[in-house]
């Protein structure tokens, strides 16, 4: 399975943001897919997300952040979309369950961490000057 490890570049200048997405990385990095816990191992994870975007969207609202609405709405399509995904599972199985999930995982949070919370990342350094 693919694993990824976090690095410099994917810092966001806020030290209590990065552990997070460390943590994150490492919670995917380290589950174990199985049919049998696929769902509580899921939920444990999206548990951990749910409580990082907060703190994330706070700390966009204290900072003043412009793109927050957009940005919100990302964290919220990626909720409806894990929501839509367990119930797939429940319904359906999947014959492919490790590649599945962690193939949307890491898409997601690559493409996530790298392209849009980096967007929050630059505007604080723009205005800072
Ligand atoms: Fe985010």
Redesign the pocket.
Known sequence: MTTIQWTEAMSVGVEELDQDHKHLIQMINGLHYSDTGFVELFNELLDYVGG??ER??THLEAIGYPGIEG?RG??DLFADQVAAMLKQYRAEGFADSDQRVADFLWTWLKG??LI??LK?AAWTRAKKG
């Open positions: 990082h975007f994330e969207e940005h990302q964290h996530h961490i849009e919370d929050y």
